[in-house]
């Protein structure tokens, strides 16, 4: 909290040209955003590629990933290879990671999923993990998601921000269920000088239940 570079970076007692104490590991190309795993407190980073490969990576101590000599998976011992890719198929990509699901509310198979999206090709995904964090699926889940630049969890459902459209927006489990109603307010007039009457208006608001 000080802004000490701690004792146990795994640099710390040996650096040397091009090394710096701050360094916990490096071969990232351009990491867009990490969280850390519930119960394993595994560091799972999201991470932009340049042409061809979109990453997830564990972090590790002094792990190298191998930018810029590669990106994707590596033949190279020397590398650490990340956990899950997938191919620009020759367009565009910009992964953005990511948040566990640790809910009540969803399905049970959706328990310490990882979500992740895409800013440019517009979705969020999901994958399942084995316990030892082996990728064994990864499904379509959040389509038309406009730029997706951050994901979290929280309170049983899942938060994204999109920059296009300068929003923040919510997604729940609601199969069986009684849907929050969606509520509009506005006010009219804004501003003006005292004494100051204003008219304040719910239209707009709806329930997607109808009751």
């Given at each position: 909290?000080?802004?000490?570079?701690?004792?146990d970076?795994?640099f710390?007692?040996?650096?040397?040209?091009?090394?710096?104490?701050?360094?916990?590991?490096?071969?990232?190309?351009?990491?867009?955003?990490?969280?850390?795993?519930?119960?394993?407190?595994?560091l799972?980073?999201?991470?932009?590629?340049?042409?061809?490969?979109?990453?997830?990576?564990?972090?590790?101590?002094?792990?190298?990933y191998?930018?810029?000599t590669?990106?994707?998976?590596?033949?190279?011992?020397?590398?650490?290879?990340?956990?899950?890719?997938?191919?620009?198929?020759?367009?565009?990509?910009?992964?953005?990671?990511?948040?566990?699901?640790?809910?009540?509310?969803?399905?049970?198979?959706?328990?310490?999923?990882?979500?992740?999206?895409?800013?440019?090709?517009?979705?969020?995904?999901?994958?399942?993990?084995?316990?030892?964090?082996?990728?064994?699926?990864?499904?379509?889940?959040?389509?038309?998601?406009?730029?997706?630049?951050?994901?979290?969890?929280?309170?049983?459902?899942?938060?994204?921000?999109?920059?296009?459209?300068?929003?923040?927006?919510?997604?729940?489990?609601?199969?069986?269920?009684?849907?929050?109603?969606?509520?509009?307010?506005?006010?009219?007039?804004?501003?003006?000088l005292?004494?100051?009457?204003?008219?304040?208006?719910?239209?707009?608001?709806?329930?997607?239940?109808?009751?």
């Amino acid at each position: 909290k000080d802004g000490s570079i701690p004792s146990d970076n795994p640099f710390f007692n040996n650096p040397g040209p091009g090394v710096r104490k701050e360094i916990w590991c490096y071969g990232l190309r351009n990491p867009w955003r990490f969280c850390v795993q519930p119960g394993t407190n595994a560091l799972f980073i999201a991470d932009v590629g340049q042409n061809t490969w979109e990453e997830v990576n564990i972090g590790v101590p002094g792990a190298n990933y191998g930018w810029p000599t590669a990106e994707g998976q590596s033949s190279n011992s020397n590398f650490t290879n990340p956990v899950f890719v997938y191919n620009h198929n020759g367009t565009g990509a910009s992964i953005t990671g990511g948040a566990f699901y640790t809910g009540t509310t969803f399905p049970t198979e959706y328990q310490n999923s990882y979500f992740y999206g895409d800013y440019v090709d517009n979705y969020i995904r999901r994958l399942t993990l084995s316990p030892t964090n082996e990728v064994l699926a990864d499904e379509a889940w959040g389509t038309a998601a406009d730029g997706p630049v951050n994901i979290e969890y929280f309170n049983n459902a899942i938060w994204w921000t999109s920059i296009n459209s300068g929003q923040i927006r919510r997604i729940t489990y609601a199969a069986g269920a009684n849907r929050s109603p969606i509520a509009m307010a506005s006010a009219t007039p804004i501003a003006g000088l005292a004494p100051f009457n204003v008219t304040f208006s719910s239209a707009g608001s709806s329930d997607p239940d109808n009751d």
